[in-house]
Nanobody, 115 residues
Framework: QVQLVESGGGSVEAGGSMRLSCQASGDIYSIHVMGWYRQAPQKQRELVAV???????NYGGYVQGRFTISRADAKYTVNLQMNNLQPDDTAVYYC?????????WGPGTQVTVSS
């Protein structure tokens, strides 16, 4: 089993910044991908950013240099620094770990950006 604990989130005004963190525990394989997806009301879940154990990174196309994903010093922890947030970034952000063909998800954390 894998557990994911998310922290961060909340409300911010447009142009502001926020950092999300996610720590995974349990049966973690040495090769995996961790990161974040998001889901806005009445929209499909979409990629925000993921990072592999080889430090390969993929961002959603709308990120456009505003977000940065990184691995923290703590084991199996990733951070997502989000800058210049816009109202369209309002969504529930879900942490995920993908390994051995399986994906695990955190409960999600709400990010609300007001104009």
């Amino acid at each position: 089993q894998v557990q994911l604990v998310e922290s961060g989130g909340g409300s911010v005004e447009a142009g502001g910044s926020m950092r999300l963190s996610c720590q995974a525990s349990g049966d973690i394989y040495s090769i995996h991908v961790m990161g974040w997806y998001r889901q806005a009301p009445q929209k499909q879940r979409e990629l925000v950013a993921v990072i592999s154990t080889a430090d390969n990174i993929n961002y959603g196309g709308y990120v456009q240099g505003r977000f940065t994903i990184s691995r923290a010093d703590a084991k199996y922890t990733v951070n997502l620094q989000m800058n210049n947030l816009q109202p369209d970034d309002t969504a529930v952000y879900y942490c995920t770990i993908i390994q051995q063909g399986n994906d695990f998800w955190g409960p999600g954390t709400q990010v609300t950006v007001s104009s």
